[in-house]
């Protein structure tokens, strides 16, 4: 009962937690298939403003060279140039291709420093060496793209930054694990997210070792935002150019990938209920998930509190705030 009475909790202590300074974050998005992940980065900067962030990192789990450029696009209009990116070097192969509609065109239109991807960080060891020079249990991940760099970081071994196994890193710095993917309580048909590198999204369902909570499907489903970037955001926002760029964003997109960022910042406020003392359960094979309630486990999914045009509204706002710093020019 005691264990129980904890894990149900803990969704609401640790946001109050990290409340007294801004939630030390890394952001881990696979960018360009879809404009929503250039919007929740976006949502991050302007969360970054309010000073309810630091953005520690931004990972990007796939190979394509104007990945990272264009994540450095986007972190040079909201002022934080200095912010460093890691692409994925690994050999894992996606079960699907990724579209990358908008990264060539953002790396190539606005002004940023790193102009190739190849020249980014080591995804993994990006991850590590971040983590290790943060305090103890102090950084928040998000991750809203497919899961096989947070595998692998859990896969990976001691080094120069750390001579703690990737797990015993995770559980040592990391406070919680906000992730978009699946779909609660159980899944129909299998997330893109999670589909996308199944047996990675099943090890860390089952493997990390802090709480994680689910941002599903069904929750960013309800939210269509963006299509106030072409009203309130100059032609020099790249993400509004990420929006301009998809045809499936012309008229605002489902907001997934931005409720965990959201959360991931905020935590549950008024916003959202946890339904907790559970366990995710993802097929190796399928990325399909299942709910299973266990009061071992530190998993958890968001579900609706307030109305969706209260949050389109919420986040809409958060979209369209002007960056406080000037945007950072290229270097010469």
């Known amino acids: 009962m005691i264990r129980r009475l ?19 974050v890394i952001l881990d998005t696979d960018i360009g298939n879809d404009c929503e992940d250039a919007a929740a980065l976006g949502v991050l900067h302007a969360l970054a403003d309010r000073g309810e962030a630091e953005i520690l990192a931004v990972i990007y789990p796939m190979r394509d ?16 140039p200095e912010i460093p990116i890691g692409t994925y070097r690994g050999t894992f192969e ?10 060539t065109a953002l790396a ?26 943060q305090p103890d249990h102090s950084v928040v991940i998000v991750v809203i793209g497919p899961e096989e760099t947070l595998s692998e970081l859990l896969a990976s071994v001691g080094d120069e930054f750390s ?60 939210i269509v935002v963006g299509q106030r970037l072409f009203t309130e955001t100059p032609e020099s926002n790249p993400v509004r150019k990420a929006y301009a760029l998809d045809p499936k964003c012309s008229h605002g997109r489902m907001g997934w990938d931005e409720t965990a960022v ?3 910042v905020r935590g549950l406020r008024d916003y959202w209920f946890a339904e907790a003392n559970g366990d995710v359960q993802v097929d190796p094979v399928t990325g399909a998930n299942q709910w299973r309630p266990s009061p071992d486990h530190q998993r958890a999914y968001l579900k609706a509190r307030r109305s969706p045009e209260e949050m389109k509204k919420l986040i809409g706002d958060l979209e369209v705030q002007p960056p406080r710093h000037a945007p950072s020019e290229p270097a010469h």
């Open 6 to 24: 904890f894990y149900g909790f803990v969704w609401l202590l640790l946001p109050l937690a990290l409340c007294a300074e801004p939630v030390k």
């Open 65 to 80: 060279r104007w990945g990272a450029p264009a994540i450095d696009a986007i972190n040079a209009y909201y002022g934080r």
């Open 163 to 222: 001579p703690l196994s990737g797990r015993d890193l995770v559980a040592q710095k990391v406070a919680r694990l906000a992730a978009m993917g699946g779909a609660f309580p159980n899944s129909a048909e299998p997330e893109w997210n999670l589909m996308l590198a199944p047996a990675a999204a099943a090890e860390v369902a089952r493997r990390w070792p802090t709480p994680i909570m689910y941002s599903g499907f069904e929750i960013g489903n309800a």
């Open 262 to 264: 959201l959360y991931g």
């Open 108 to 133: 190539e239109g606005f002004p940023h420093r790193l102009k190739d991807g190849d020249k980014a960080y080591d995804a993994i060891a990006l991850y590590r060496r971040t983590l290790a020079l």
């Open 94 to 103: 996606y079960t699907r291709p990724h579209a990358y509609v908008n990264n």
